[in-house]
């Protein structure tokens, strides 16, 4: 997975149709997405519950590129193994979800995975001061986590803080949380390259007529590069 700091975009299957996950994944990537984003919450360290590593182990198949697993979930460790079994090529776990975020982050490096590191709106950036050579991504939550379809939470500060602490390590800055073409340029201007959206990307379309995630696609990604 080679790195570079192009915009790239990754629906979150949370807004696609749970019945038909992995039509979806693929409608999806051949409209243009550039990543697939699975947001897994556990009903406990956040207040919502969707799936597990079974889950992302049924759509590994039908995604031709990287599948980028979320763990909104406490704790984190037991499910590495499982994670990294299903295919996962990221997995980000939030450095709230545990008292040893550091050992977590070497067990997902040493299941195979990439590892990431999220940030609630309230938690600083200086939080992941001491981790980021443990890190191959850091996602700036935008939201309160837990549901899809929320206001922005205007994180750019933020963002630009941790681009400067980052420097010319080879880390990703994703961005997860109500992401469309008004706050896309925002985003990109401060520092991220990876954007999250969910009902922004699949909002008009279906499996049937998946032209509308195309449209969606290129238009947030259209105004994220505009602002570089």
Same mark, same amino acid.
């Given at each position: 997975?080679? =790195?570079?700091?192009?915009?790239?975009?990754?629906?979150?299957?949370?807004?696609?149709?749970?019945?038909? =996950?992995?039509?979806?994944?693929?409608?999806?990537?051949?409209?243009?997405?550039?990543?697939? !984003?699975?947001?897994?919450?556990?009903? !406990?360290?956040?207040?919502?519950?969707?799936?597990?590593?079974?889950?992302?182990?049924?759509? @590994?198949? #039908?995604?031709?590129?990287?599948?980028?697993? #979320?763990?909104?979930?406490?704790?984190?460790?037991?499910?590495? /193994?499982? =994670?990294?079994?299903? %295919?996962?090529?990221?997995?980000? +776990? !939030?450095?709230?979800? %545990? $008292? #040893?975020? #550091?050992?977590?982050?070497?067990?997902?490096?040493?299941?195979?995975?990439?590892?990431?590191?999220?940030?609630?709106?309230?938690?600083?950036?200086?939080?992941?001061?001491?981790? *980021? /050579?443990?890190?191959?991504?850091?996602?700036? *939550?935008?939201?309160?986590?837990?549901?899809?379809?929320?206001? =922005?939470? /205007? *994180?750019? +500060?933020?963002?630009? @803080?941790? @681009?400067?602490?980052?420097? /010319?390590?080879?880390?990703?800055?994703?961005?997860?949380?109500?992401?469309?073409?008004?706050?896309?340029?925002?985003?990109? +201007? &401060?520092?991220?390259?990876?954007?999250? &959206?969910?009902?922004?990307?699949?909002?008009? %379309?279906?499996?049937?007529?998946?032209? $509308?995630?195309?449209?969606?696609?290129?238009?947030?990604?259209?105004?994220?590069?505009?602002?570089?």
């Amino acid at each position: 997975m080679p =790195f570079d700091r192009s915009i790239k975009i990754a629906p979150s299957i949370l807004a696609a149709d749970f019945a038909n =996950f992995g039509a979806e994944c693929r409608a999806v990537e051949a409209e243009g997405a550039d990543w697939i !984003h699975v947001d897994v919450m556990d009903g !406990h360290f956040v207040p919502n519950i969707t799936f597990g590593p079974s889950t992302a182990k049924a759509i @590994r198949p #039908h995604i031709k590129g990287i599948m980028d697993v #979320h763990l909104m979930i406490a704790p984190v460790d037991p499910y590495i /193994d499982a =994670f990294a079994d299903a %295919g996962t090529d990221i997995l980000t +776990a !939030h450095v709230e979800a %545990g $008292p #040893h975020i #550091h050992r977590t982050l070497q067990a997902i490096r040493g299941a195979g995975m990439k590892a990431g590191l999220a940030l609630n709106p309230g938690t600083p950036a200086d939080a992941a001061a001491e981790l *980021m /050579d443990a890190v191959d991504l850091i996602c700036v *939550m935008t939201v309160n986590p837990g549901f899809g379809g929320q206001k =922005f939470i /205007d *994180m750019t +500060a933020k963002i630009r @803080r941790l @681009r400067g602490m980052i420097g /010319d390590r080879p880390v990703h800055i994703e961005i997860d949380g109500g992401v469309d073409p008004r706050t896309a340029p925002l985003v990109a +201007a &401060a520092g991220a390259d990876v954007l999250v &959206a969910g009902s922004a990307v699949f909002k008009g %379309g279906s499996v049937e007529d998946p032209a $509308p995630y195309g449209m969606n696609i290129r238009a947030i990604r259209n105004a994220a590069e505009g602002a570089l």
